[in-house]
T-cell receptor, first 109, second 113 residues
Framework: KQEVTQIPAALSVPEGENLVLNCSFT??????LQWFRQDPGKGLTSLLL?????REQTSGRLNASLDKSSGRSTLYIAASQPGDSATYLC????????FGTGTSLTVIP | DTGVSQDPRHKITKRGQNVTFRCDPI?????LYWYRQTLGQGPEFLTY????????KSRLLSDRFSAERPKGSFSTLEIQRTEQGDSAMYLC???????????FGPGTRLTVT
């Protein structure tokens, strides 16, 4: 069974800092890896999806990378803002979707 | 495109009662997923439909849980004889095409008293 781990579990940074969130998975036979944002008590918002044949995807201040051979993905957030405060989840897609437990990010003004 | 919608948004029920949740996916999406999420955890996969066919079921989906998607559009998730351990957020997502990018609804929060 696929195991997805996210480190750190929580992160607090001052506004303006660049930061990296980590996601690791045990089974490299994935179709894609998707990053989501979740605000408290709300559903998930898709941020970036990386196909298994791709190495990275970018959207605005966000950049996600994928290294299938090492079972790792990272989400890079540039010039963080207080509005980025949320929980960030990664999901590895095989026959099912497996989510990590998330990284809770707080950006301090 | 109005996004994925779920109804109700909140449900409080007494232990032993049956509850049913509804999910309306994005209109052209042929895949529909149900997840359960408890506080501080990531969503756990429950089941997946492609059109009206239920293709995957997690072992988390006990005999008290049943999901349907009769016409390949909206889906329902029913929990019979609810238990306090069923209290969670139930999330629905839909996707289509080779990218299979999932779009989530706002969720239904179930509280079993």
């Amino acid at each position: 069974k696929q195991e997805v781990t996210q480190i750190p579990a929580a992160l607090s940074v001052p506004e303006g800092e660049n930061l990296v969130l980590n996601c690791s998975f045990t089974d490299s036979a994935i179709y894609n890896l998707q990053w989501f944002r979740q605000d408290p008590g709300k559903g998930l918002t898709s941020l970036l999806l990386i196909q298994s044949s791709q190495r990275e995807q970018t959207s605005g201040r966000l950049n996600a990378s994928l290294d299938k051979s090492s079972g790792r993905s990272t989400l890079y957030i540039a010039a963080s803002q207080p509005g980025d405060s949320a929980t960030y989840l990664c999901a590895a897609t095989g026959n099912q979707f497996y989510f990590g437990t998330g990284t809770s990010l707080t950006v301090i003004p | 495109d109005t996004g994925v919608s779920q109804d109700p948004r909140h449900k409080i029920t007494k232990r032993g009662q049956n509850v049913t949740f509804r999910c309306d996916p994005i209109s052209e999406h042929n895949r529909l997923y149900w997840y359960r999420q408890t506080l501080g955890q990531g969503p756990e996969f429950l089941t997946y439909f492609q059109n009206e066919a239920q293709l995957e079921k997690s072992r988390l989906l006990s005999d008290r849980f049943s999901a349907e998607r009769p016409k390949g559009s909206f889906s329902t998730l029913e929990i019979q004889r609810t238990e306090q351990g069923d209290s969670a957020m139930y999330l629905c997502a839909s996707s289509q095409g080779w990218r299979n990018e999932q779009y989530f609804g706002p969720g239904t929060r179930l509280t079993v008293t």
